[in-house]
């Protein structure tokens, strides 16, 4: 049977080792070298291929783009394998998911990365799982947007010491505005918005001073 294709760390810790993407750089810090290896294609069908079969039956994507916290030694690494799979993704036209993930529950798929950030889809509903598991790998935080608005999915989560914060919007909210055909702008709150992303982003930044906002006790 062929084999697929899938992503391998190797742990360098000489620190006399280069880059393979900058020559003659020698780090001071362990090296995640990330390398494609063969393998039969019945071991991974929980992996790649898994993400191939939900990918090819499902419509709704749910879209994020993410930036991590840390130190520059690892956002340097995470940089690295995002960018490994985002070609090997384009290699396999597989969705791609670290080897370190423990569980089988998803993958990141049509990867990219640009200005600090790394921009990726997941299947229907957001995946904040694989982004935690990759923040406790390298030590970091991070600051997640995501939506999928055919689901009514419109949130944004931070994640910093092992802690959690997912704040997103309920399906009421989405019933708060309205297109009107006459003026052909969104109606919200009695003013009238060229989108519905700016309306939405309004209505999170209300939500998370609602949150914020201490309780005023009553007299």
Same mark, same amino acid.
């Given at each position: 049977?062929?084999?697929?294709? %899938?992503?391998?760390?190797?742990?360098?810790t000489?620190?006399?080792?280069?880059?393979?993407?900058?020559?003659?750089?020698?780090?001071? =810090?362990?090296l995640?070298?990330?390398?494609?290896?063969?393998?039969?294609?019945?071991?991974? +069908?929980?992996?790649?291929t @898994?993400?191939?079969?939900?990918?090819?039956? /499902?419509?709704?994507?749910c879209?994020?783009? %993410?930036?991590? +916290?840390?130190?520059?030694?690892?956002?340097?690494?995470?940089?690295?394998?995002?960018?490994?799979?985002?070609a090997?993704?384009?290699?396999?036209q597989?969705?791609?998911?670290?080897?370190? /993930?423990?569980?089988?529950?998803?993958c990141?798929?049509n990867?990219?990365?640009?200005?600090? @950030? %790394?921009?990726?889809?997941?299947?229907?509903?957001?995946?904040?799982?694989?982004?935690?598991? %990759?923040?406790?790998?390298?030590? +970091?935080?991070?600051i997640?947007?995501?939506?999928?608005?055919?689901?009514?999915?419109?949130?944004?989560?931070?994640?910093?010491?092992?802690? /959690?914060?997912?704040?997103?919007?309920?399906?009421?909210?989405f019933?708060?505005?309205n =297109?009107?055909l006459?003026?052909?702008?969104?109606?919200?709150?009695?003013?009238? =918005?060229?989108s519905?992303?700016?309306?939405?982003? /309004?209505?999170?930044?209300? @939500?998370?001073?609602?949150?914020?906002?201490?309780?005023?006790?009553?007299?």
């Open positions: 049977m062929q084999g697929m294709m %899938v992503l391998s760390p190797t742990w360098e000489n620190s006399q080792s280069t880059l393979h993407s900058m020559p003659g750089r020698s780090p001071s =810090y362990p995640t070298e990330y390398c494609l290896l063969e393998e039969p294609a019945e071991k991974n +069908t929980t992996i790649s @898994k993400c191939t079969l939900m990918e090819n039956n /499902i419509e709704n994507w879209s994020h783009f %993410v930036q991590f +916290t840390g130190s520059p030694e690892s956002l340097k690494e995470i940089e690295w394998l995002f960018r490994a799979m985002s090997l993704e384009k290699e396999t597989q969705g791609q998911r670290p080897p370190f /993930i423990k569980n089988n529950d998803g990141f798929s990867i990219d990365l640009f200005d600090k @950030k %790394v921009y990726f889809e997941t299947i229907a509903t957001p995946n904040i799982d694989l982004l935690t598991q %990759v923040a406790d790998r390298f030590q +970091t935080g991070f997640l947007d995501y939506h999928e608005l055919g689901h009514s999915i419109f949130g944004e989560a931070t994640y910093d010491q092992g802690k /959690i914060h997912d704040i997103r919007l309920d399906i009421e909210d019933e708060k505005f =297109y009107d006459e003026e052909q702008a969104y109606m919200f709150e009695g003013f009238y =918005y060229d519905d992303a700016e309306i939405l982003e /309004i209505m999170l930044e209300m @939500k998370k001073d609602q949150l914020n906002k201490p309780y005023s006790r009553r007299r």
